[in-house]
């Protein structure tokens, strides 16, 4: 870590790596857009979805082709040998297919996939043996051998893919039905009613886009039988959507739940492999829920449903008897007063009966363990639990990422149950964190990155000590970014106070700061909740080219960003468009202080809620920034979805105060400084109404700004060569506006 630092009276801590050294005698080449998004990946190959096999000797990944960085290949690692062979070629194994339209959309929906090709997740069989690969909408079974055999021949793909738990069956779902095919027999349909707006063994839109539930169907151990969740479209209002592209125009009658319309009907089955003995789950008098989560019990006696009730303010977990479908509640969460209740994947059943939850009941995320009735908290403090890596059943301990740290890092720490709250940190200081187990907690895959330094993976043991490199991915010669590491600039930390005197993050990266010299900002942000920006990690090289085209890259996290505890994160509650632009303009106007910014030629830009945050900024501070970009804006938030806007800005219907108030087109005439609307014109997401919807309004009142849309692109604009136009768009804007 580098010395702290003086600048402009506020302290400044920047992360130094020994990594950053390039020749001297080497005069760097210039950084391009072209390059930046262009192949192989600037920050190095970066395995992903990584997974230990069954018996521990193999560590499989997907990686990315060095000339086709969003296509990917099936890679397994020797943990014996540290050899390294490729197992699955995906442009020699896959036909090439389209995809269905259906799978398009689940991979829009799942953001660490969207817009990759090729093998974009696999599963290992549990005897370890074999591995069920998905390629353009075909299932494979690929051999340790190298042997890749065909599963399926679908006109309708197969969506959802798993081997069972007992390594019996391969099930998927095809044409809104689940399939399960005995591994070497036939494929049979365990539901034929599925079609118009009924779904078998999906999750339903808001379910994959807000709730992070890729799945409707969960195995139960031993594959003695299938919880399958059946849902109905039909109430949900349809939206034609209008998929603009290059040739032509495609309209889609989409069934999109708005806030304050109705959601789908859900309905939870179990029954047999076959199909037969198909028993109804009990979910409650209130048919206006959220299934958000199930899992069956290690010993497959029972069902674990977590109900979310409409509003988000309590979260019930049942416990159901798969052979009759009756119910009962285990226990409840329950929001505090002017706040919701968050969903969280950080939990484990256990094989002795019990339960390892991650709960905010005392006002921060931690984790609980319910045994017995009894309830025994095993973390404390204002710091937040973001993960369960793995549990070790054994020796009663627990393996888990959160921030106890400082919110700017991401650490493995361990705690015993039989030790609550003496807490162990297994990762190095300085870094942003992220860790996966094997079953049985005896190892770690960690990935690790800092400012200075791209994504890291290495495999541990369960000390956290390092056993060996998965990645190491120096910037060393050979690395697609070591011949920028010489004109690399340092990300320097900070502070400010909120109104009410909550503590504001922000990081900055400056070109190397010339005495007297004053440089333009390209202020970012996100700013809506559940998200953090900054944070001691590798941010890529786009934010290192506009440094090197003279601008400040700076942002701040507000007040109802997240990992911070829900008394912070709460202040959006019915407030959208308030506490988090007062926050963003605070940290523009401090920058406006400092000697070394030119206070006339701050930008600003943001996409999605940053895009509906760039308006609302200009809205309430004309004359604050030289130029913005809101990239598909929500402009009115009725226009979103249910689970996501209702859990922070209510029913439109009993909270229209704070919708009229929230709303980005009711303002739009205050903005004065220049504008640049961008959205791609088949979102399904943001959909595009929302920016047409505030072109006639600024139209209507004459005025003035610009508009770039993509046609033929959803909610995510981005690509080789669309990349480099968006930006060069995006830049050219402001150089205009500015002057440069």
Same mark, same amino acid.
């Given at each position: 870590m580098a010395k702290p630092w003086l600048l402009a009276g506020v302290m400044l801590a920047g992360l130094g790596s020994p990594a950053l050294a390039a020749d001297p005698a080497t005069p760097p080449p210039p950084l391009t857009l072209k390059r930046v998004f262009g192949s192989p990946d600037l920050s190095g190959p970066q395995p992903q979805s990584l997974k230990l096999s069954p018996d521990g000797?193999?560590?499989?990944?997907?990686?990315?082709?060095?000339?086709?960085?969003?296509?990917?290949?099936?890679?397994?690692?020797?943990? #014996?040998?540290?050899?390294?062979?490729?197992?699955?070629?995906?442009?020699?194994?896959?036909?090439?297919?389209?995809?269905?339209?259906?799978?398009?959309?689940?991979?829009?929906?799942?953001?660490?996939?969207?817009?990759?090709?090729?093998?974009?997740?696999?599963?290992?069989?549990?005897?370890?043996?074999?591995?069920?690969?998905?390629?353009?909408?075909?299932?494979?079974?690929?051999?340790?051998?190298?042997?890749?055999?065909?599963?399926?021949?679908n006109v309708g793909g197969a969506l959802n893919p798993k081997i069972s738990p007992g390594g019996g069956f391969v099930s998927y779902v095809r044409d809104q039905n689940l399939v399960v095919q005995p591994l070497g027999g036939a494929a049979r349909m365990l539901t034929d009613d599925g079609k118009g707006t009924v779904h078998w063994g999906e999750a339903e839109f808001v379910a994959q886009e807000e709730m992070n539930r890729r799945t409707g169907y969960?195995?139960?151990?031993?594959? #003695?039988?299938?919880?399958?969740?059946?849902?109905?479209?039909?109430?949900?209002?349809?939206?034609?959507?209008?998929?603009?592209?290059?040739?032509?125009?495609?309209?889609?009658?989409?069934?999109?739940?708005?806030?304050?319309?109705?959601?789908?009907?859900?309905?939870?089955?179990?029954?047999?492999?076959?199909?037969?003995?198909?028993?109804?789950?009990?979910?409650?008098?209130?048919?206006?829920?959220?299934?958000?989560?199930?899992?069956?019990?290690?010993?497959?006696?029972?069902?674990?449903?977590?109900?979310?009730?409409?509003?988000?303010?309590?979260?019930?977990?049942l416990k159901v008897d798969p052979a009759t479908g009756k119910s009962s509640v285990l226990f409840s969460e329950q929001a505090r007063p002017n706040s919701w209740v968050n969903l969280s994947d950080a939990y484990r059943l256990l094989d002795d009966g019990s339960l390892i939850w991650s709960s905010e009941r005392d006002g921060y995320a931690h984790l609980y363990r319910l045994k017995g009735g009894k309830w025994t908290q095993l973390t404390k403090g204002d710091w937040v639990v973001n993960d369960v890596a793995g549990v070790d059943q054994a020796r009663g301990r627990i393996f888990f990422t959160g921030n106890k740290d400082g919110v700017l890092e991401r650490h493995l720490y361990s705690v015993d149950i039989a030790q609550p709250n003496v807490i162990t940190r297994l990762t190095e200081p300085?870094?942003?964190?992220?860790?996966?187990?094997?079953?049985?907690?005896? #190892?770690?895959?960690?990935?690790?990155?800092?400012?200075?330094?791209?994504?890291?993976?290495?495999?541990?043991?369960?000390?956290?000590?390092?056993?060996?490199?998965?990645?190491?991915?120096?910037?060393?010669?050979?690395?697609?970014?070591?011949?920028?590491?010489?004109?690399?600039?340092?990300?320097?930390?900070?502070?400010?106070?909120?109104?009410?005197?909550?503590?504001?993050?922000?990081?900055?990266?400056?070109?190397?700061?010339?005495?007297?010299?004053?440089?333009?900002?390209?202020?970012?942000?996100?700013?809506?909740?559940?998200?953090?920006?900054?944070?001691?990690n590798w941010a890529g090289a786009l934010h290192q080219y506009l440094v090197a085209q003279g601008y400040i890259v700076f942002m701040i996290d507000n007040r109802g960003s997240a990992n911070r505890g829900m008394a912070f994160e709460s202040q959006l509650y019915r407030a959208a468009g308030t506490v988090e632009v007062?926050?963003?303009?605070?940290?523009?106007?401090?920058?406006?202080?400092?000697?070394?910014?030119?206070?006339?030629?701050?930008?600003?830009?943001?996409?999605?809620?940053?895009?509906?945050?760039?308006?609302?900024?200009?809205?309430?501070?004309?004359?604050?920034?030289?130029?913005?970009?809101?990239?598909?804006?929500?402009?009115?938030?009725?226009?979103?979805?249910?689970?996501?806007?209702?859990?922070?800005?209510?029913?439109?219907?009993?909270?229209a105060k704070a919708y009229a108030a929230s709303s980005a087109l009711t303002d739009a005439p205050k903005i004065s400084d220049p504008l640049l609307l961008i959205h791609g014109m088949s979102d399904d997401n943001v959909f595009f109404e929302n920016s047409t919807a505030l072109a006639a309004r600024l139209q209507a009142s004459a005025t003035p700004f610009e508009m770039m849309f993509y046609p033929g692109f959803t909610h995510r604009?981005?690509?080789?060569?669309?990349?480099?136009?968006?930006?060069?768009?995006?830049?050219?804007?402001?150089?205009?506006?500015?002057?440069k």
């Amino acid at each position: 870590m580098a010395k702290p630092w003086l600048l402009a009276g506020v302290m400044l801590a920047g992360l130094g790596s020994p990594a950053l050294a390039a020749d001297p005698a080497t005069p760097p080449p210039p950084l391009t857009l072209k390059r930046v998004f262009g192949s192989p990946d600037l920050s190095g190959p970066q395995p992903q979805s990584l997974k230990l096999s069954p018996d521990g000797t193999l560590l499989t990944s997907l990686k990315p082709r060095a000339d086709e960085k969003q296509r990917f290949d099936l890679w397994a690692l020797d943990t #014996r040998t540290g050899q390294e062979r490729m197992l699955v070629d995906s442009k020699k194994v896959g036909s090439g297919a389209e995809l269905s339209e259906a799978e398009k959309m689940q991979r829009e929906r799942d953001r660490s996939i969207s817009g990759k090709t090729g093998i974009v997740s696999y599963e290992w069989s549990p005897d370890g043996n074999t591995i069920l690969v998905p390629i353009d909408g075909d299932l494979y079974l690929a051999g340790l051998d190298g042997t890749v055999t065909r599963l399926t021949e679908n006109v309708g793909g197969a969506l959802n893919p798993k081997i069972s738990p007992g390594g019996g069956f391969v099930s998927y779902v095809r044409d809104q039905n689940l399939v399960v095919q005995p591994l070497g027999g036939a494929a049979r349909m365990l539901t034929d009613d599925g079609k118009g707006t009924v779904h078998w063994g999906e999750a339903e839109f808001v379910a994959q886009e807000e709730m992070n539930r890729r799945t409707g169907y969960w195995w139960a151990p031993g594959d #003695r039988m299938v919880a399958v969740e059946r849902f109905d479209e039909a109430p949900v209002g349809v939206i034609t959507r209008a998929a603009i592209g290059a040739n032509g125009t495609k309209t889609f009658d989409q069934r999109y739940p708005a806030a304050g319309k109705p959601n789908v009907l859900v309905d939870l089955y179990v029954m047999k492999p076959d199909g037969t003995g198909r028993v109804k789950v009990d979910l409650g008098r209130d048919t206006d829920i959220y299934l958000a989560r199930v899992d069956w019990t290690p010993d497959g006696s029972a069902l674990l449903v977590q109900r979310q009730n409409r509003a988000q303010t309590v979260l019930d977990v049942l416990k159901v008897d798969p052979a009759t479908g009756k119910s009962s509640v285990l226990f409840s969460e329950q929001a505090r007063p002017n706040s919701w209740v968050n969903l969280s994947d950080a939990y484990r059943l256990l094989d002795d009966g019990s339960l390892i939850w991650s709960s905010e009941r005392d006002g921060y995320a931690h984790l609980y363990r319910l045994k017995g009735g009894k309830w025994t908290q095993l973390t404390k403090g204002d710091w937040v639990v973001n993960d369960v890596a793995g549990v070790d059943q054994a020796r009663g301990r627990i393996f888990f990422t959160g921030n106890k740290d400082g919110v700017l890092e991401r650490h493995l720490y361990s705690v015993d149950i039989a030790q609550p709250n003496v807490i162990t940190r297994l990762t190095e200081p300085g870094w942003w964190n992220g860790a996966t187990m094997d079953n049985a907690a005896s #190892r770690i895959i960690v990935s690790r990155s800092n400012p200075d330094q791209p994504t890291q993976v290495y495999l541990a043991d369960a000390s956290g000590k390092r056993l060996s490199w998965v990645n190491e991915n120096a910037l060393t010669a050979g690395h697609p970014y070591y011949p920028y590491v010489g004109q690399h600039q340092p990300t320097k930390f900070g502070t400010l106070k909120a109104a009410d005197g909550s503590t504001l993050h922000w990081e900055m990266i400056t070109p190397v700061l010339e005495p007297g010299k004053q440089y333009p900002v390209f202020f970012e942000h996100y700013g809506g909740p559940h998200s953090q920006t900054v944070s001691r990690n590798w941010a890529g090289a786009l934010h290192q080219y506009l440094v090197a085209q003279g601008y400040i890259v700076f942002m701040i996290d507000n007040r109802g960003s997240a990992n911070r505890g829900m008394a912070f994160e709460s202040q959006l509650y019915r407030a959208a468009g308030t506490v988090e632009v007062a926050d963003q303009l605070l940290g523009a106007n401090w920058l406006k202080q400092q000697a070394f910014v030119a206070s006339d030629k701050i930008v600003t830009y943001g996409w999605s809620y940053g895009g509906y945050m760039t308006l609302k900024m200009l809205e309430a501070a004309p004359g604050m920034f030289a130029a913005g970009v809101a990239g598909a804006p929500v402009t009115k938030w009725e226009l979103y979805d249910t689970h996501y806007t209702e859990r922070y800005m209510g029913d439109p219907a009993t909270d229209a105060k704070a919708y009229a108030a929230s709303s980005a087109l009711t303002d739009a005439p205050k903005i004065s400084d220049p504008l640049l609307l961008i959205h791609g014109m088949s979102d399904d997401n943001v959909f595009f109404e929302n920016s047409t919807a505030l072109a006639a309004r600024l139209q209507a009142s004459a005025t003035p700004f610009e508009m770039m849309f993509y046609p033929g692109f959803t909610h995510r604009v981005s690509g080789p060569q669309v990349g480099e136009h968006l930006w060069t768009t995006i830049l050219d804007f402001y150089a205009r506006r500015m002057g440069k």
